[in-house]
């Protein structure tokens, strides 16, 4: 069983910049689909990116062009870059497989504000 440790999260104004992490404590190279996900106040909870065990990945039309999602196996971490952050970014953000499994780690809180 993987269980997934979220971090990197915090405070940031608009248009600035975080890096999210997720470690694994299993290994991640045979889970081929790892995903970042969220939940903003009030709001279920979405799909923002995903990556393959190829390197192909895919994004939310919301985060396109600004977010970007990788996996170095051999460290079994996902990691979520996002740029140009908006206010509408704010949310706790989670990793998991995708589809998920049912546990869930912590998430970790992403604020966008001025």
Not at 42 to 47: P, S, T
Not at 87 to 114: F, I, K, M, R
Request: charged letters at 20%; proline letters at 4%.
């Amino acid at each position: 069983q993987v269980h997934l440790v979220e971090s990197g999260g915090g405070l940031v104004q608009p248009g600035g910049s975080l890096r999210l992490s997720c470690a694994a404590s299993g290994r991640i190279l045979n889970i081929n689909v790892m995903g970042w996900y969220r939940q903003a106040p009030g709001k279920e909870r979405e799909l923002v990116a995903t990556v393959y065990s190829s390197g192909r990945t895919k994004y939310a039309d919301s985060v396109k062009g600004r977010f970007a999602i990788f996996r170095d196996n051999a460290k079994n971490t996902v990691y979520l870059q996002m740029n140009r952050l908006t206010p509408e970014d704010t949310a706790v953000y989670y990793c998991n497989a995708n589809p998920p499994y049912e546990v869930w780690g912590q998430g970790t809180l992403v604020t966008v504000s001025s």
